[in-house]
């Protein structure tokens, strides 16, 4: 296919067109999700930039500011991107909330939070009529080559995808920014280990460097173009009951958080009882310490009393000794 043909493809996409027709769904919404600095909000100027081939604008605001809630900028009728906050450490708190964007439980344009505990259940059960059914989320992982992933975070990854896989319905797509300035190849044969097939290499358009290059522009309206192919096959393969899996999925990230308040509860446990091991330890020392002590003075005092007996015996062993020569002389 050439560029104008997948432009068209693109643009002409809509549910209504999908054999069996739209199953609910009216919007694909492109759900960008990856580590704090990687280029999220840089990949959607990009896309944007190139989508709509005129000026550059920073539309994302990239560059100025850390993005801190889900934006979503409309590349087409049927098509929305959607910007993230970055994540700063992957833990359980982070995950889940991007389990919670990737099962659509969490409604768009609000702050991205990191809630501890059961607030996210509460932020999820408060979303319920604020979530629209008929958005298709497609997950998108953003990563930029010049950072390694370490051999963790490939496991933790790696779960992440499975469980996006699980919650969208589509295998998650990967991102790579940065391609002329990083590690590519090693960076992708990563991410191909962890079983990812639909890989893209780009070189984000900035304020500095947007230059149209054909490769930029193939790459991206590829990139959107593998998009609604997955979309497509998803509605007309998989039976589609936007309701009724909005439950399956919030019952999903629900047994996740769950999962993850418990084993946070009894990591604590385990804290508590491994400090009460040391404190035992520690009085069972000072108490081992305070015997041993106790049992030091004793012998001194024995000792002691030994000499004074010895003195003792020596004096009148003495006195005898001087009472016999008084009787002599
Ligand atoms: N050279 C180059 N610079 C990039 C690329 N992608 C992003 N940048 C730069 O990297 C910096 C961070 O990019 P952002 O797009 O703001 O990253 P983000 O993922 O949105 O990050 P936060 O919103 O801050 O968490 C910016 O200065 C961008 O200009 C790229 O592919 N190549
Ligand atoms: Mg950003």
Known sequence: MDMDELRHAINNFSFDRCKGGNQGFNRILIQLFGWLGHGMSSFINTCVYIWQDGEYQSWAKAERNFT?????????????????????????????????????????GQAVEW???????????????????????????????????????????????????RLTGVCPIVVLTHKSSGNVTDTEKMFRDMGVDKIFLFENCTSEDHVKTRGR??????????????????????????????????NFVMSYINKCELQAKQEEIEVQRALERVRLEKKKEEEEEEE???????????????????????????KKEKKKWKLFR
């Open 217 to 250: 522009h193939e790459e991206v309206l590829k990139f959107l173009y593998e998009v609604i192919k997955d979309v497509q096959f998803a509605v007309e393969h998989q039976p589609q009951d936007p309701v009724k899996e909005s439950i399956e999925r919030k």
């Open 115 to 165: 809630t501890k505990g059961f607030k996210l259940v509460n932020r999820i059960l408060k979303s319920e009529k604020l979530v629209k059914y008929s958005d298709f989320i497609v997950p998108v992982y953003v990563h930029s080559a010049r950072r390694t992933i370490y051999p963790e975070e490939m496991n933790e990854l790696e779960n992440v995808f499975k469980a996006a896989r």
């Open 292 to 318: 041993e002590i106790k049992r030091q003075k004793e012998r001194e005092r024995q000792d002691q009393a030994m000499e004074e007996e010895l003195q003792a015996e020596q004096e009148r062993l003495r």
């Open 68 to 108: 801190w809630e889900r934006i979503e900028h409309k590349l087409t009728n049927n098509i929305t991107l959607v910007d993230n906050r970055g994540l700063s450490t992957m833990d359980s708190y982070e995950i889940g909330e991007i389990y919670a964007q990737l099962g659509n439980l969490l409604p768009l």
